[in-house]
């Protein structure tokens, strides 16, 4: 089922949460919600569930004006960071509770969380209750039970933010591959770049309440449209359109940018020359940080400007850098955005 949302805008008392946000989101695909706390991506979600109204605008699904059904006329899943799974009922239960209020028959039900318990991978914990569950392990009940009444849409609300940095990266490949198998249209809020970026089809990018972009992810990090989409996505270096370190540079975005616009530079857009050339501005090697799979290296432009690099382990090795040593850098790609910055 397709959602689409048009000129929707919602208030708290003086604060603008929503403001005329319009966005289709394609019936079956994996959509997330990203952007910094207070950016409205919470409250579009609850718009589009029915836990809230839209001051104007409407929300349509499959073609449906739904704009002021209740959650139950929407058939909308909804998974809330926290789980909300009850305490004194067994996983089985948890997930058999809306089937149960639809007075489904029991064999269905029976057959109905077999077949969930399965797909999430928790068959034989039927019988366990929520506290004998991991945080990982309870997610996935709480996802079971929201997909048990066959939604027509899932929305989930920071679904891994309570959990740790390993567990969340095991449940964001898990939530890719459920979706594959089950294809219902997903819409999910999170605050991390990089769970955006491995999980979605589509990055719904959002800041004071507006849509900035919306795209692919690899759209997104390649062709951002403006300077917040390009600083939130992904680690980026902003300099001065008059420093040295573009002089001369006939590669990037930044050649026609007024000397008062900021540049945007990623770390692996950096070059790192141990001799100069006339493209080249003089660095100091200030720190050298161990990623494991890559290295950072801090460095100090003569002007004072600070800019970070990523090179790979062999390009590291291969230029032998070490702390205080002096090196040549240049950008290889840049972008500026003289609209966003003009005086």
């Known amino acids: 089922m397709g959602i689409c949302v048009e000129n929707v805008s919602k208030r708290f008392g003086s604060f603008q949460a929503v403001k005329q946000v319009d966005l ?18 919470s409250t579009l979600l609850r718009l589009i569930a029915g836990l809230e109204n839209p001051d104007v605008g409407r929300i349509l699904l499959t073609g449906e004006d739904a704009t002021y059904q ?16 009850f305490k004194h009922m067994s996983v089985r239960q948890n997930i ?44 996935r009940v709480a996802l079971a039970r929201s997909l048990a009444v066959e939604p027509k849409v899932l929305l989930l609300d920071e679904p891994f933010g309570a959990l740790d940095a390993k567990v969340r990266k095991e449940l964001r490949a898990w939530l890719r591959r459920l979706h594959d ?5 997903t819409v999910f809020v ?12 589509e990055i719904v990018v959002m800041n004071q309440g507006r849509v900035e972009q919306v795209g692919t992810p690899a759209e997104i990090y390649d062709h951002p449209a403006s300077p917040f989409v390009m600083s939130f996505i992904g680690p980026v270096n902003v300099l001065s359109g008059s420093s040295r370190i573009f002089h001369g540079h006939n590669n990037s975005d930044s050649d026609h940018a007024p000397p008062q616009c900021d540049v945007f530079l990623r770390p692996h857009d950096v070059v790192i020359e ?14 050298i940080i161990h990623l494991g799979w890559e290295i950072q290296a801090e460095l100090t432009l003569d002007d004072g400007q600070v800019l970070t690099a990523h ?14 040593q002096h090196v040549f850098v240049k950008p290889k790609e840049a972008k500026s955005f003289p609209l966003y910055y003009s005086i």
């Open 96 to 139: 058999a509770f809306g089937l149960e209020l639809r007075k489904t028959p029991r064999p269905k039900v029976k057959a109905r969380v077999d077949e969930l318990l399965d797909l999430v991978q928790l068959s034989g914990l039927g019988d366990r209750y929520p506290s004998q569950l991991s945080g990982g392990q309870r997610q």
């Open 274 to 287: 141990t001799t100069a050339n006339g493209n080249t501005a003089p660095a100091r090697v200030s720190r």
């Open 190 to 201: 999170t605050h991390d770049q990089e769970e955006a970026m491995e999980v979605a089809d």
């Open 181 to 185: 198998d089950v294809h219902v249209t």
């Open 70 to 85: 209740t959650v139950q006329e929407r058939n909308i899943g909804f998974v809330f960071q926290h789980y909300a799974l």
């Open 311 to 324: 090179l790979s382990r062999e390009r590291f090795d291969e230029l032998g850098l070490e702390p205080q």
């Open 24 to 41: 289709d989101i394609p019936s079956g695909s994996l959509v997330a919600l990203l952007g910094p706390s207070g950016s409205g991506k």
